[in-house]
């Protein structure tokens, strides 16, 4: 869904990330409350113009201004038009952002699926899980489970406690840290993402031993940013891209389920941050590093 929405103020995780276009025309994943605010963040620092600095310690010095870190952390001022942001989300993203108290403004398009499906790829996500899972072992010392633990008690009821307390049908026999298993079992998990969200245009190489090959590419209308390199009297390297006007979409390619899929992990890990809240001292993709208070949240 593209649509224009307005954040609340005072919500410590914000839900809906911002794409930002920086001072150096690429995008920052951000998420904030205040599109002006957010903007913020892309300027260069022009308060550190000491001729004298190289240029190391000019970085060190930039990351210090205190000039810049008083504009990115001041209070935000802004009206409601100037806060609202304007982007694509999927659906169950905008829906968490209205239940933490986002306000819909205006809706551009939406893509509507008369058919859906929850369950297309689980028996291929079980299997692997079932593999990665039992070739993680007990994990009952730093270096992970090298010994045969299905015959030490310990580890045995370590092996019990993830089988009780997993989803998979794990066979105890094969709970057994195997890091080439573990490894290509997480690839193939990882893999089956990945292709559905690849982009299209990568640059293209041809190793060329004949001058036509290379007028052919050089001089060709559909292809842009062609380099070439010799490596001997004989053969020549060309690199290029297609223009978009040109280029063919990959079939292995659908962004809708690379989206949803990245929609339910980011919402997976709001649930947790929304817990927390402000003992969430960093966090990644898969991963939460939190202050342990002792408080019933905490517990959760």
């Known amino acids: 869904m593209k649509c224009k929405i307005l954040p609340p103020k005072g919500l410590y995780h914000p839900v809906l990330p911002y794409k930002q276009l920086t001072s150096d025309n690429t995008h920052k994943l951000l ?48 009206s409601d038009e100037e806060r609202v942001i304007v982007g694509t989300w999927s659906t169950i993203e905008i829906d968490k952002a209205i239940e933490k108290g986002y306000e819909l403004q205006k809706i551009y398009e939406l893509e509507h699926f008369e058919k859906t499906s929850t369950d297309i790829f689980k028996l291929y996500v079980d299997t692997f899980m079932k593999y990665k899972q ?77 001058l036509e090959h290379i007028t052919k590419i050089v001089f060709n209308e559909k292809y842009k940013d062609i380099s070439t390199m010799i490596l001997d009297e004989n053969i020549v390297l060309t690199e ?14 659908n962004v ?24 969430v001292l960093y966090m990644d993709t898969d991963s939460c590093i939190y202050n342990d208070d002792g408080s019933e949240a905490c517990k959760k």
């Not at 210090?64 to 990115?72: A, F, L």
């Not at 039992?134 to 299905?150: I, L, V």
């Not at 919402?267 to 809240?277: A, G, N, P, R």
Request: proline share 2%; aromatic share 10%.
């Open 134 to 210: 039992e070739a993680s072992g007990c994990k009952c010392d730093p270096k992970y489970c090298k010994n045969d633990c299905k015959n030490d008690k310990e580890c045995k009821t370590k092996i019990q406690y993830i089988i009780d307390n997993t989803a998979y049908d794990l066979d105890i026999d094969k709970v057994k840290y195997n890091s080439g298993l573990r490894f290509i079992a997480k690839i193939c998990l990882n893999n089956l993402w990945g292709h559905f969200g690849m982009r299209d245009n990568f640059t293209q190489k041809n190793i060329v031993l004949l």
């Open 240 to 253: 290029y891209k297609e223009k978009e006007e040109y280029s063919k979409p990959n079939p292995s390619v």
């Open 256 to 279: 809708y389920i690379a989206l949803f899929t990245t929609a339910h992990a980011r919402l997976k890990l709001y649930e947790l941050l929304d817990i927390l809240q402000e003992r």
């Open 31 to 78: 998420f904030g409350l205040c599109r002006t605010c957010m903007n913020k963040i892309s300027f260069k620092c022009k308060h550190i113009d000491d001729p004298t600095l190289n240029k190391h310690d000019k970085i060190h010095e930039i990351k210090r201004c205190k000039e810049c870190k008083n504009i990115k952390n001041e209070k935000c001022i802004h």
